[in-house]
Nanobody, 125 residues
Framework: QVRLKESGGGLAQPGGSLRLSCAYS???????IHWFRQAPGKEREGISC????????YYADSVKGRFTISRDSAKDTVYLQMNGLKPEDTAVYYC???????????????????WGQGTQVTVSS
C-alpha cells in the first residue's frame, strides 16, 4: 500500500525559506510525486512534480524560480525547497503519489489516489 507523509512545514517570514519532505513507501513500479497546496477558500493547486523515471520535473508559474523539487531515492524521500516565500504561499501542502510517472499539470487533483495528511506552511511577519 502506498503511503506518504509530509514534514517540514511551519512559520516563515516573507523572503524566508522552508524545506518540505515527503517520505513515501509502497510503490511497486514507476511513479511520480506531486506537491499540491490549498489555501483557505481556494482550490487545490498543483505546484510541482517529479517523475521517478527520468527525473522530469514541473513547476507552476506561481512558484517557478523560487521552489525546487528533488528526490533522494536512497531515502525514499522527495523534497520541496521553498525560497523567497511570500504571504500568498500560505497554505496546507500535500504530497501526492501516482503510478502514472509523468508530470501533467492539466490533470485534476481528483484523479490522484494517494495523498499525505498535509503540512501547514504559514508565511507572515
Amino acid at each position: 500500500q502506498v503511503r506518504l507523509k509530509e514534514s517540514g512545514g511551519g512559520l516563515a517570514q516573507p523572503g524566508g525559506s522552508l524545506r518540505l519532505s515527503c517520505a513515501y513507501s509502497g510503490f511497486t513500479s514507476r511513479f511520480a510525486i506531486h506537491w499540491f497546496r490549498q489555501a483557505p477558500g481556494k482550490e487545490r493547486e498543483g505546484i510541482s512534480c517529479i517523475s521517478s523515471t527520468i527525473g522530469a520535473t514541473y513547476y507552476a508559474d506561481s512558484v517557478k524560480g523560487r521552489f525546487t523539487i528533488s528526490r533522494d531515492s536512497a531515502k525514499d524521500t522527495v523534497y520541496l525547497q521553498m525560497n523567497g516565500l511570500k504571504p500568498e504561499d500560505t497554505a496546507v501542502y500535500y504530497c501526492v503519489g501516482d503510478y502514472l510517472p509523468i508530470c501533467d499539470p492539466d490533470r485534476s487533483p481528483v484523479v490522484y489516489d494517494y495523498w499525505g495528511q498535509g503540512t501547514q506552511v504559514t508565511v507572515s511577519s
